[in-house]
């Protein structure tokens, strides 16, 4: 991959003016700026170059995202609209929520308008009661009265049967009844709550799909068959509806003395928390919609009509379902990494650091190394911290044996690890039931750093091997998201996770570190301290250069620190995916400054940080790192940040991780001063196909 085209280490102009003071510059709205990551991600679904289902998949994932949005950023927003000082009031809320209309209105145009149509044509049908012909109705029929009627409860509205409580993200029906009840009573109103172990999507019989693919929907599926759970009643009128809650575990970690039983007991009511959200369908008549509201105790403006079913997030079982190959990204099996061997990987690091950059290369690189650690008998102990693993994980179940084989196994297990603490709990009492030691951070603070160091025995003295990362040891997202592992045995950067392991598990003061940055402790000052030093050297007409790739770009001092090194005369380039709320291109304050983002097949999710503050070989520094440039990343987790020395190496992810993505034509976005993104182009460079394509020809 050639670099020629766009140097990292271009040289800022001179003799800038001096500029208006940045700090009266306003920041961009970072609720604004999250819903316009998910129209970037939308646009994905209306490419004509991305295979059918997979532009599909990006309407199921604005809904996921979106779900998270009213779970736990939208309901913050209502605390926050009640506190004053904040900002935040009613008018800023209503505004919010207007764009999250237009944005689901969008969203609901593009699957019916434009998705639908073309999987009918591609022979990919989802059918309505109404599409289905005789065979299909009996087939959906049988279906109901076996698998979903014996699992319904209706639930009709009397003083002694009240509104039930409604889970989080679950599909309902309201139904609205004539005639009477067995009592002679005229109970209008009534609730069918869908159980979650029922599939949304059902794939008919090949024998009655008319040579194509044919499924129906649970709700269709209810929905036809809504009298047979009303025997003698009449259906005036019926809606689904989903209502999303808060779902953001709290716990006050200065008042518990087990932060483990405190958040298992959390999660059983995590469920039927704030009602934040309510969806129901389009035809959902008026009076039923109030009624809805006013139990929820919402104001309209939280009520979403929608043109469809309530949740395209379970789509995905349609995706999954679907037998047309053709429609799909064709397969990417990542290679084995070129400069690591199949075995004696310990051994190996001995010659030097070996960056892994998945998903272009394979997860099963850390696999095998900690495979190799946990089978070594002169391995003596194992650290590693543990933040988003999944419900199945190799690597966990490689911790447990290595317990079983008498190694000294410290976990740091995040158990506020949002939407994991579950799988992390169950992690954290198995291991803790053989023996391990398992801590579980700093009270206040997420571990959200990404380490694993081994201790192994050479002769008279004992070495560490470790492993680092941007992301997470969980081998699912590895397969989907960017990022970078780094394998080393660097005595000075071991000594250091060693010294962070210490400092996690006895609460002591950290000493400083040699090598890493850890956050909240020296990460945020070093990081603003090189951002001002290339300031220094812009205003010396010296050559200077920042580009940032990043996840998220929130943090004000960060951010006013740029604008500062480019108002001196350094060019910046940053690469942020999700939400950034600074503003590039205004005059005289950030007009040196370009963000892009880049949506792709992969979700973006390397950090690195380049800085130059001259022409010579040492006038630069590269660091990756597990932290966002957020305000909670610097100040309220446990972040690590560590730098690449080696020059071939440094080179490397300069070639892979920021030209490739600097040079993007065909999947990156460019952010302009009000916060709105244009696309860059859509027939050029694209940086993951151009990565796909390298390792998959060295495979």
Known sequence: MNNNQVDVKEVGDKGVVPPPDANKLALLSRERAILEFNRRVLAQSQRPDVPLLERLRYVCIVSSNMDEFF????????????????????????????????????????????????????????????????????????????????????????????????????????????????FGRDNAIAIVRIPRVLPRVIKLPDNLSGGRQAFVLLSSVVRAHLT?????????????????????????????TDLRKALRSKMSTRQFGQAIRLEVVDSCPLDLSDFLLEQFNL??????????????????????????????????????????????????????DVMLHHPFESFDAVVAFLREAVHDPDVLAIKQTIYRTGSESVLMELLLEAVRRGKEVLAVVELKARFDEEANINWAERLEALGAQVVYGVVGLKTHAKMLLVTRREGSRLRRYAHLSTGNYNPKTASLYTDVGWLTADPHITSDMDMIFQHLASLNQPKAPHQLLLAPFTLHKRLLREIHRVTEAARAGVPTRIVVKVNSLTDEPLIRALMEAGQAGA?????????????????????????????????????????????????????????????????????????????????????????????????????????????????????????????????
């Open 299 to 352: 104001p309209v403006e939280c009520l979403y009509k929608v043109h469809g079913p309530v949740n395209l997030g379970r789509l995905t079982q349609l995706i999954d379902q679907a037998d047309t190959s053709d429609l799909r990204f064709a397969p990417y099996v990542a290679g084995w990494p070129e400069d690591l061997p199949r075995v004696d990987i310990l051994d190996s690091l001995q010659d030097g």
């Open 571 to 699: 060019r910046i380039d940053l690469i942020v995916r999700g939400a950034c709320v600074l503003p590039p291109g205004v005059a005289g304050v950030t007009d040196r400054i370009r963000v892009r983002s880049v949506v792709g097949r992969m979700l973006e999710h390397t950090r690195v940080i380049y800085t130059r503050w001259g022409r010579g070989k040492d006038d630069e520094s590269l660091y990756l790192s597990s932290a966002d440039w957020m305000n909670r990343n610097m100040t309220r987790r446990i972040e690590i940040a560590w730098p690449v020395h080696d020059a071939k190496l440094r080179q490397r992810v300069i070639d892979e991780c920021l030209v490739p993505y600097l040079l993007d034509g065909r999947d990156a976005w460019q952010q302009l001063s009000d916060g709105r993104y244009e696309r860059v182009g859509q027939d050029g460079h694209s940086a993951q196909q151009a990565l796909m394509e390298r390792y998959r020809a060295a495979t």
């Open 71 to 182: 779970e736990v950023r939208y309901a913050d927003l209502i605390e926050a609209s009640k506190l004053r000082g904040t900002g935040i009031g009613p008018q800023y809320l209503a505004g919010i929520a207007e764009e999250v209309h237009q944005l689901v209105q969008e969203q609901y145009q593009v699957f019916n308008a434009e998705l639908l149509p073309m999987l009918c044509e591609a022979g990919v049908v989802i059918l309505n009661h109404a599409d289905r012909d005789d065979a299909q109705r009996d087939w959906v029929a049988r279906f109901f009265r076996k698998q979903v009627q014996p699992l319904l409860t209706p639930i009709g509205l009397d003083p002694s049967h009240p509104f039930p409580q409604v889970a989080n993200k679950t599909l309902n029906f309201i139904v609205k009844l004539g005639g009477l009840d067995a």
């Open 228 to 256: 047979e759970l009303f025997p003698g009643r009449e259906i005036v009128a019926f809606s689904q509806f989903r209502l999303t809650r808060d779902s953001d575990i709290e716990v006050d970690e200065d008042d518990v």
